[in-house]
């Protein structure tokens, strides 16, 4: 079993910014194919927010464009989400998601509030 460990969630004001990680806790003797983020509002399924593939190419949900920003750390196991001009409708919880040996593992999620 693969341990993520999330950190960076917090409470901010509308229009502030912040820096999630996710880190995959032990050493990997396989690259990791995909690291990416979503977000899971109460009482509904996962949704998408970004990924970034090892090669580093990048996709978005059409709702973060241009506001957030993956990242690939060079240790090739960390990666962050730089959430900038933050609203209140992007108070959820946030988890971490990695594709490593075929197989997907998912973080604990992180409590991100954005009030008015």
């Known amino acids: 079993q693969v341990q993520l460990i999330e950190s960076g969630g917090g409470s901010v004001q509308a229009g502030g910014s912040l820096n999630l990680s996710c880190e995959v806790a032990?050493?990997?003797?396989?690259?990791?194919?995909?690291m990416g983020w979503y977000r899971q509002p109460p009482g509904k399924e996962r949704e998408f927010i970004a990924n970034?593939?090892?090669?580093?190419?990048?996709n978005y949900a059409a709702s973060v464009k241009g506001r957030f920003t993956i990242s690939l750390l060079i240790n090739k196991r960390t990666t962050t989400l730089q959430m900038n001009s933050l609203k209140p409708e992007n108070t959820v919880v946030y988890y971490c998601k990695v594709l490593l040996n075929d197989d997907y593992y998912w973080g604990q999620g992180t409590q991100v509030t954005v009030s008015s």
């Open positions: 970034i593939i090892s090669a580093g190419s990048t």
């Open positions: 032990e050493r990997i003797f396989h690259p990791i194919s995909i």
